[in-house]
């Protein structure tokens, strides 16, 4: 049974939902503290950019172990410009159309988002896999 856990493309897998399960908590409960002075969109988009940087930290420590790196810092943002564009279009959609919670669409986003995220996350980070980050 556990035969598949040992299989290094699931444990990446395993370690990206983990990850990304502690970085969608983090930032729900920053943009739910933000969005008690800010609209929800600034909320969103505050708590959003701050969970790049911990999700660039945690995956290319974590997941891909590849090597931190200014240049990274800076590239692997640009992975969620266009996953920020996708997810701000969407929450509005679910949010003024669909009539769901400002604190529940956020999370709808995230998991709908996921696979997306990770692929883009490993056509950016994977590359450099090999190479094993000092901790």
Known sequence: ??????????QRWLTFVVGG?????????L?????????YQWAYAISYVS???????FNSVFVFRSTLSWKGVFAYPLVYVGQ???SAFF???LVEYLDVSQNIAPIL????????????SKLLLG?????????
């Open 1 to 10: 049974m556990l035969n598949w856990i040992r299989n290094k493309n699931i």
């Open 21 to 29: 399960g502690i970085n969608t908590g983090f930032t729900y409960f």
């Open 31 to 39: 943009y739910l503290l933000l969005k008690l002075v800010l609209a």
């Open 51 to 57: 969970g790049i940087f911990f999700s660039y930290w």
């Open 84 to 86: 920020y564009l996708a």
């Open 91 to 93: 929450l509005a959609g």
């Open 109 to 120: 986003v995230a998991i709908v988002l996921l696979p997306i995220t990770y692929l883009l």
């Open 127 to 135: 590359k450099s896999s090999s190479r094993k980050t000092p901790r």
